[in-house]
């Protein structure tokens, strides 16, 4: 089976990050082109394969057979449309698009398409701890999931990154990995920021969301947490827990301690579940069949609308009961 | 200096594990005299000293100077009025009484007594873990706390536990703790309780509180965590975390595992701490100074005040503002 | 039972923490007198109780009812038999001598005397996480033991703290634990120093023991490890492991680390053990039934006696098999 | 850069996995071929690609380009050298031979080709936990290291899984490793077996090794440790230690326990390395240049060198100190 060409449209940190992953890491595809509106950052990403500054170029590009999305978040709505519309597999960053409205268009498109060619990055659904513990929850032996806490943790983050954002960009995650844990869907939330200070944002906030099948998801995201990037979860079962271990390979003993350590950000923390998710998406352009594990555009969409009225939440302090559009059949495109 | 002469009052589990602590593990004080209803309990539990059946008795005895209350919670209040009316220092189980008023008739009838005569029995303010918390909070390297996380399980609990009950019995303990190392009040609760199944009371429950000084505190709840009894608290601080680490002595691999223990009950996890709380006590006696961590007779109150509001908010599923009573002064006793 | 007059002598770093254990933390058993030849010194430690410079004076001192010997290693010995004299009840820090012969005379003169009056402070078999380790052991849910793992590590050691002193001060601990958690007898040893700089003394060292059981017990003394003590021990079992867990009661998340702390030294780890082991040797005195756990004389014979071999084989460089007097019976006594 | 071609000799647990890595998780090479003796289980393997039952015609096949040899111990002295007569590069599993003189020859054998064709599978060095304890020793914030505590246990053995087959099979492992981590040379060992009961193989046995650096290297294996597959080690060194981590993803808690997961056997455990050692070999195949953390064929006779010499030590109960051939130079070869 030949392997399959593969273009990334923007070489910014995830760019970068997925071009090296597809270019020496994977089996079965290859980079062939890196677009950005900056050419040099284009070409160092490309590392020898084609740069240039087009996105639609490359997405036109015959030697381009899959593409994956990783510019700025305003692009994705129009960069997603485009490769449906060139009938080429998309991968494409969170979130897939910064509407509901815009999500849903990629939604309709892809049914009208005939084919399912939209995976949304939430790379999480591929980490090996992530993983092990669905696969617990999964076989029963703790009984049900009563509560699931979550904890998400950067260790810094810019004064402008307001609480809109850590919900569009970090809950975002918690949300999507919470629901593909527990396979269920979310009903309502409680949002309860810690009050800011003078002139600057409310941040940790935490967040209690309901869902159908009963089970309470408590989320904290900490933008500032300082000591590091970390990322905990621990389901509550009938019969026992189950939660990610702390993911540090060693432990150094000095100065009066006993220590593991933490990366600065999400990249060292999942740079297993990338490679995993690109090879699983290439496996299933090989195949035919998308990886189950992967998000779809509907997650994508999902993710989006509750970010949105999560927003309101924390804005309004109320409990909000989400609201969802229908999710369409493939006879109901539109 | 003398030692002091303390008599138990109920002889079940608590009160037979104070009779032994008195009896074997402390400096300054000794057992000498136990009450229960039950005579051979009593006599059991006293092992040596004098057994009764009449609590009122045994704090009139001349042999008795101070009294520690383990008996059923509805004889709390009688029983503390009876040794401050005694003029005896008294340690009481929590609750100090089961109800906000019957507290506030503590508190004056102590303050009108003129000496600092009550203690309230939450051993944990003694437990070395939260201790070491406490002073590296106030210790400040970790900035303020952002949020506290606690996490409350039981291995079991008869089934008319209620939820009432795990707020009154159970909650209550982080309650108290909570305030203590955070030294703020809380100011509203919002509660979360899993959905219960036909015939069985919600179990576990969140429960999110406010605080005077903006510190979230998130409690979970879980009467029957089946894994065994197991205490968690973390406080997320501006520039890091400190947590109680987990207490088991010795690490166990075996069966594809590496395994830490968790006891059955509160006993073995608290042993400590009631020792602790106990010498302090006497400690505090002789010195005539009470122990500056002990929980006094208005701390007692303030808990049973606030776990009647947090039933409340269990119950009507709606955010609860606080509401106490003003703490009288020494000169405004009635 | 009335309480039991202690008298302690040494008021250096164990001597004054005895002392105050004894005035503070222990039921049945009081401080009445503090020995040092310097009396300040003697003075603070004794906080209000008798201080004297006479060590022969405290033990001959009517309200002296037990001795406990904290004083410099080499005076030990007389002490120790003085008290035997005086028939009171001892408890000597180890080494309960410096030789082997003076042991002996000590193991010789409690015969005669009749009684059980001597106990060495081998502190560490009263300590919780050992005896959980020893409990387990005894359990045999892991089956026999075949190698026993041991880490003795000192944050640092004055340069005069050569390898024959980390052999009878630190190893000598090592030797005396693993003999009581396994139920044998060593039967040989071999040394592995590392080897020693300009100058310095090599430290850490290897040392393997043999034993009549079969179990092998490895063991590394580290008298200047930097980041602090810290004492470990694994039990490799047929059926599985069991090892001491990391004793700190808070982890701390900071700087980029999840971090748990180790004391600068022995006393804060060992605590509880000295706490325990003090209340079990009152204990035993009330009772007239020494405590089954405690080193007896002849036990601090064996530490000494394998100790001065030890040397032996460090600096000689091979294998030395263990040549212990015979255990001479009461009726043996001479 | 075109796909190199591989083909995998040995279709058995090893050669099987290999095979897999090969064709679906590597980029730059693919699997093009299988030989194994027997061939279901070599089509088994190849999955799509050839299958042979003859090993010769697999290295000569023009769509080779490269060879993996995981067949057994036996043949890999003739495949090895058959691949660099056929000017191949080959990825050999370790042992390279099982005999010194053999490994000698394969030695001999690439110099004289003038080209690094050989690299012996020894795979933790490409763990990223072997890789950062590797990496935070070079780096030296902890300063030398005086002692590296080792241990190899797997869960079961077969019977005739005699004390030689545990050196040449598993101590061969740890015998590169530590090598490779300290970057010096061994000088002697001492071997301590645990004594074997009736009909049965001495295991486990403790191993002191000395090292030119000074560095003592102590390592336990056992064979038959029952509680699963679990490979640990310790670098205490002059201000700090370094080790392992525990690798388990999650932890439960359930029975009474908070446990962390062992794998029954070390490819769950080291699957990350193979990979990671597959891919750096087909790098170093296109760049011209084999990654500086693979064994070489040096490296390779050391181990089975070092290995012979350390089971008569074994065997014989006294230090051995070890020879070493000269290393050839390159204009040496003969």
Redesign the interface.
Known sequence: MA?IGIGVIGAGVMGAEHARIL??????G?LVAVADADLPRAQAAANGAKAMTNAEGLIADPAVEAVLVASPDSTHHRLVLAAIAAGKPVLCEKPLATSSAECMEIVQAEIRSGRQLVQTGFMRRFD??YR??KA?IEGK???GV??L?CQHRNAAAPPWFTGAMAVTNSLVHELDISRWLLSTEYTAV?A?P??SEEGKTAD?A?F?L?TKA???V?V?I?M?????Y?VQAEA?C???????????????????????????NWIPRFL?AYRIQN?AWI?GIHSGTPPVEGATAWDGLVATCLADQIVEALTGRQRVEFKLPPKPLPSEAV
Chains 1, 2, 3, 4 share one sequence.
Not at 224 to 228: E, M, R, S
Request: net charge negative; glycine share 10%.
């Open positions: 392997s270019a020496t890491e994977v089996s079965g290859h090996p701890a092990e513990m617990v032996a703790l009984g009563h509560i806490h409680t309860f810690y009050p940790p935490l209690v309901e009963g089970t309470l408590s904290e900490f500032n947490a300082a000591y590091g970390h509550v009938a019969k026992g827990t189950i939660g990610l271990a702390h993911p540090a390979l060693t432990r150094i003993r000095h100065q009066r301690a006993e220590c593991g350590s933490f990366p600065s297993d090879q496996d």
